[in-house]
């Protein structure tokens, strides 16, 4: 596992002990960034099942600003604060060991809206619909931002949730990843 692009090209990170989480492949990254981006001009990420740290960093590798990770699995969070001291990158990330549902919560009281948001919870834990529900209602995504949310190609995930509408599926082998964003009308206004 490396980072696959940007400023931190080609710097190996390290997978989180055990087998309870499993990484994002070079493949999968390199496909998800070419589709949203592939870089950025700044911006604030959140990084919501972080596991190794390894999209975030990606995001972080390609011009993001800053990525709040979050992850309830201490070995995880040991990981990304370690892959964060390889690339150098630890002064643009906080750092959260908890669920998703209680770190939901406490980022709505923080009022902030994130340039992308990256969901990639464990596989037999499937709560994407319920999650991108409540970013919607929480206008938790910049109006400009993208969510990826990776999940088993089996699975299909709502069109829509509010104004958040899916723009984009693939699916590579067992992997499925859906994109969604605001769509925008001629003056750059949310439809």
Do not use: W
């Not at 496909?31 to 981006?37: D, E, R, Y």
């Not at 009022?111 to 969901?119: G, N, T, Y």
């Not at 834990?125 to 109006?143: A, D, M, Y």
């Amino acid at each position: 596992m490396r980072v696959v692009s940007g400023t931190k090209k080609g710097l190996h990170l390290k997978a989180v002990p055990g087998t309870s989480t499993r990484p994002t492949t070079d493949k999968v990254k390199e496909a998800i960034f070419n589709i949203i981006g592939p870089y950025f001009d700044g911006g604030i990420g959140l990084d919501l099942f972080g596991g190794s740290g390894g999209l975030g960093i990606e995001a972080l590798s390609r011009g993001i600003e800053k990525i709040i990770f979050v992850d309830r699995d201490q070995k995880a969070i040991q990981t990304i604060k370690a892959n964060l001291e390889i690339c150098k990158l630890s002064e643009h990330a906080e750092i959260y060991r908890n669920d998703a549902t209680r770190a939901m919560k406490a980022l709505v009281k923080r009022d902030i809206q994130f340039d992308l948001i990256l969901l990639d919870p464990p596989y037999k834990q499937q709560k994407i619909n319920q999650l991108l529900q409540e970013i919607s209602e929480h206008s938790l995504l910049s109006k400009n931002g993208y969510i990826v949310a990776e999940h088993g190609s089996e699975v299909t995930l709502d069109e829509s949730f509010g104004k958040i509408s899916k723009v984009r599926s693939e699916k590579y082998g067992i992997i499925g990843v859906s994109i969604y964003r605001y769509l925008l009308d001629e003056e750059g206004e949310i439809e």
